[in-house]
């Protein structure tokens, strides 16, 4: 069965820098495109990142562009977010997605990383 397994979370100093990690298995990772959301207390859940399935095309928030940088290695069936220069506001649970399918889909969640950015 399809799993996701996020690491990498914690609490970091505003300014400070968090790698994320996403292991996946039980699908044929390098086929789909993963993406990262992440969800803020009281607010709804939110893209972050999204890779494709070679890993040459990323698309960003626009709150995120020029601070994180998703990747994957598909030797290892992982993904990563590299979040640098993290703001109070990038506080939040952080999850890897991917929905698999071609004629119909089925979303697959991961079940979250706490990201606290706090003095």
């Given at each position: 069965?399809?799993?996701?397994?996020?690491?990498?979370?914690?609490?970091?100093?505003?300014?400070?820098?968090?790698?994320?990690?996403?292991?996946?298995?039980?699908?044929?990772?390098?086929?789909?495109?993963?993406?990262?959301?992440?969800?803020?207390?009281?607010?709804?859940?939110?893209?972050?990142?999204?890779?494709?399935?070679?890993?040459?095309?990323t698309n960003y928030a626009d709150s995120v562009k020029g601070r994180?940088?998703?990747?994957?290695?598909?030797?290892?069936?992982?993904?990563?977010?590299?979040?640098?220069?993290?703001?109070?506001?990038?506080?939040?649970?952080?999850?890897?997605?991917?929905?698999?399918?071609?004629?119909?889909?089925?979303?697959?969640?991961?079940?979250?990383?706490?990201?606290?950015?706090?003095?």
């Amino acid at each position: 069965q399809v799993q996701l397994v996020e690491s990498g979370g914690g609490l970091v100093q505003p300014g400070g820098s968090l790698r994320l990690s996403c292991a996946a298995s039980g699908f044929t990772f390098s086929s789909y495109a993963m993406r990262w959301y992440r969800q803020a207390p009281g607010k709804e859940r939110a893209l972050v990142a999204r890779i494709g399935g070679t890993g040459g095309s990323t698309n960003y928030a626009d709150s995120v562009k020029g601070r994180f940088a998703i990747s994957r290695d598909n030797a290892k069936n992982t993904v990563y977010l590299q979040m640098n220069d993290l703001k109070p506001e990038d506080t939040a649970v952080y999850y890897c997605y991917v929905d698999i399918g071609v004629v119909a889909t089925i979303a697959y969640w991961g079940q979250g990383t706490q990201v606290t950015v706090s003095s």
